[in-house]
């Protein structure tokens, strides 16, 4: 039987960061090369054959467009190579949730693609590193990876692209999923689904942009005016997130004008700045032209957005229809 055969894109972030002592608390991100990465990975003496491409090697709050069109490219690429059984991106935790829900969106299913990351640098004491990579070449290279969409491998768990959000600045178990939790559980001897395929044989959803249209989030807070949305607005926002407050709430003057953007054309999602909870269609949504993120926090409805924009998709129908999409 051959070993599975992974392509690895780097991009940076804390899994190749160094500290230059085992108990410093600051760190660089992005100082070692996947090279030197995979060659100390290869003494474990994991069953699998990793070409190591290196596409950054940056702090993940670095990482836009530029970077994301690269590794649609190369997975493309990859996808098309029937010698590539699986996709794994080294990156940083702090945009990992975004860019693991843009491919998500615009790749098709038919090959494994994991995001991994690490919550230490590689010379901290407990550093995470090497298992999270061990644990995410396992799944990469199972048969039943595919039909899953990107998936994303965090500490023994394994998250969809679409659930998965950073919950805590430094902890070990930083990531969570929500609506569903973990999909599977994968140590760097096992791995155990928790749920069948559910993205079998899916073409990409959207198709990847030439351009990112302008879609800023408005954070929301006590006592905000009417002035933060008109800023975003003469600024060129071709759509607005609102990370509101609850449930997608916002002070009336706030509501009224994102009411008054999206009937000049401006796409309106209402969010949450809460954590976990869905945001669900309310009786004066019709009338404001607003749509709800369902279970999509600020980022990844941003995306959302981008995406939905740059596609030609205007219809408000049709943008709820994608954001209650699983």
Known sequence: ???????????????????GSATRRDYRPGQIEIGAFLAEFAALGVD?????????????????????????????????????????????????????????????TSKPVVLVGAMRPADA?????????ANAVRVAADPDAPGRGVLLVMGDQVLSARDARKAHTTGSNAFKGFPRGAVAFATPSSLDWLQPQWRLGE?????????????????CYA??????????????????????LGDGNAPDSVREALAEAAAQGVLVVRSSRVDEGLVDREPDDNANRFVAARALGPAKARILLQLLIANGVSDLGDVQEAFNRR
Do not use: K
């Open 125 to 133: 004491v407990g550093s995470d590193g090497l298992r999270n990579f």
């Open 203 to 219: 073409a990409a959803r959207w198709q990847f942009p030439d351009e990112f249209p302008e879609v800023p989030i408005l954070h």
């Open 48 to 108: 699998a054959r990793l070409d190591g491409r290196q596409v950054a090697n940056i702090d993940s709050a670095n990482v836009g467009p530029a970077i994301w069109r690269d590794l649609h490219e190369g997975i493309g690429a990859a996808m098309r190579d029937d010698a590539c059984d699986g996709i794994i991106i080294t990156h940083g935790t702090d945009t990992a949730e975004e860019t693991a829900f843009l491919l998500d969106l615009t790749l098709p």
């Open 223 to 244: 006592g905000q005016d009417r002035d933060s949305v008109a800023r975003l607005v003469e600024a060129g926002a071709r759509g607005i997130v609102l990370a509101g």
């Open 1 to 19: 039987m051959r070993h599975a055969s992974i392509l690895v894109l780097a991009t940076g972030g804390t899994i190749a960061g160094q500290a």
